[in-house]
């Protein structure tokens, strides 16, 4: 019975400890003056106010040092705060 027990027991640590590693890699905080602050940081190094699609994605990357697809959910929250335009493939600061 006492096996069972802490089998069962170390079970449910080892999901929880991948549980709380998932969310942990999967959950990025930002906020709206750091995104801007790092968006600046992507025009000023390409030197243009507008873009591709791709090169911003791939510039604010290596800027924020976050994944393809959180640096997707990053476009789209400043797209939503007014912070950049996206106009078909190309991405420019607003006037």
């Known amino acids: 019975m006492n096996t069972i027990l802490i089998a ?15 969310r942990h890699r999967h959950y990025i905080q930002f906020s709206k ?3 801007k ?7 000023d190094e390409a030197g243009e106010k ?3 699609r791709q090169d911003f994605l791939m ?3 290596d800027v924020c040092g976050c994944t393809q697809k959180q ?6 929250e400043a797209r ?3 912070l950049i335009a996206v106009e ?4 420019r600061l607003p006037e």
Request: charged share 15%.
């Open 8 to 22: 069962a027991g170390i079970i449910l640590v080892c999901m929880a400890i991948a549980y709380f590693a998932y």
């Open 33 to 35: 003056e750091n995104l």
């Open 37 to 43: 602050a790092n968006i600046g940081k992507v025009f």
């Open 50 to 52: 507008a873009m591709p």
């Open 59 to 61: 510039k604010l990357k």
């Open 71 to 76: 640096a997707v959910m990053l476009l789209g």
């Open 80 to 82: 939503k705060a007014g």
């Open 88 to 91: 078909g493939k190309d991405v």
